[in-house]
T-cell receptor, first 115, second 110 residues
Framework: DAGITQSPRHKVTETGTPVTLRCHQT?????MYWYRQDPGHGLRLIHY???????DKGEVSDGYSVSRSKTEDFLLTLESATSSQTSVYFC??????????????FGPGTRLTVT | LAKTTQPISMDSYEGQEVNITCSHN???????ITWYQQFPSQGPRFIIQ???TKVTNEVASLFIPADRKSSTLSLPRVSLSDTAVYYC???????????FGSGTRLQVQP
């Protein structure tokens, strides 16, 4: 897992409640990402960060916000959880340098269920 | 973002070579081609990346023709443990972002 941990690993929450997922890395990677994966689909990018306090939206960013106050931590917040946000969430990190420069290391995933 | 198209599924037997082809007709000049592997209940794992011609590592080879509109991942002598979903991606170098399609589900039989 190249030093990528996610917490919690499993969570059940109710519609309308805020939820925060945490990603922690120990390799000092510059770039960090949040993806979601739904059954029968590949991963879709939610948000990513290219440095402390520097973030940008991915293709499915509505209803999500992120924060990165330290290099090692990248938080994903569901502002008001909906059933459509039930999914497996993966965090990833990469350095964007050297060869291969686009390799990303993925965490084990967080399974979120919104009831 | 360059869209990729790859077969939904493939079957093989242990010991055979497997070639998975991906098309990416609108790849941009600066984009790279990357392949990832994903086992059930795990995050994807990087396999190989390339820009043009051929790249080989200890796990696989990647063949990219001159027009770069397609690429082929070659897995030599697959084993049962190679059963997984394989994703072909074109990396948006401006954002370092990965766009995953639905992938190819490879099933290796004994």
């Amino acid at each position: 897992d190249a030093g990528i941990t996610q917490s919690p690993r499993h969570k059940v929450t109710e519609t309308g409640t805020p939820v925060t997922l945490r990603c922690h890395q120990t390799e000092n990677h510059r770039y960090m990402y949040w993806y979601r994966q739904d059954p029968g689909h590949g991963l879709r990018l939610i948000h990513y960060s290219y440095g402390v306090k520097d973030t940008d939206k991915g293709e499915v960013s509505d209803g999500y916000s992120v924060s990165r106050s330290k290099t090692e931590d990248f938080l994903l917040t569901l502002e008001s959880a909906t059933s459509s946000q039930t999914s497996v969430y993966f965090c990833a990190a990469g350095s964007g340098q050297g060869i291969p420069s686009y390799e990303q290391y993925f965490g084990p995933g967080t399974r979120l269920t919104v009831t | 973002l360059a869209k990729t198209t790859q077969p939904i599924s493939m079957d093989s037997y242990e010991g055979q070579e497997v070639n998975i082809t991906c098309s990416h007709n609108n790849i941009a000049t600066n984009d790279y081609i990357t392949w990832y592997q994903q086992f059930p209940s795990q995050g994807p794992r990087f396999i190989i990346q390339g820009y043009k011609t051929k790249v080989t590592n200890e796990v696989a080879s990647l063949f990219i023709p001159a027009d770069r509109k397609s690429s082929t991942l070659s897995l030599p002598r697959v084993s049962l443990s190679d059963t997984a979903v394989y994703y072909c991606l074109v990396v948006d170098t401006g954002r370092r972002a990965l766009t995953f399609g639905s992938g190819t589900r490879l099933q290796v039989q004994p």
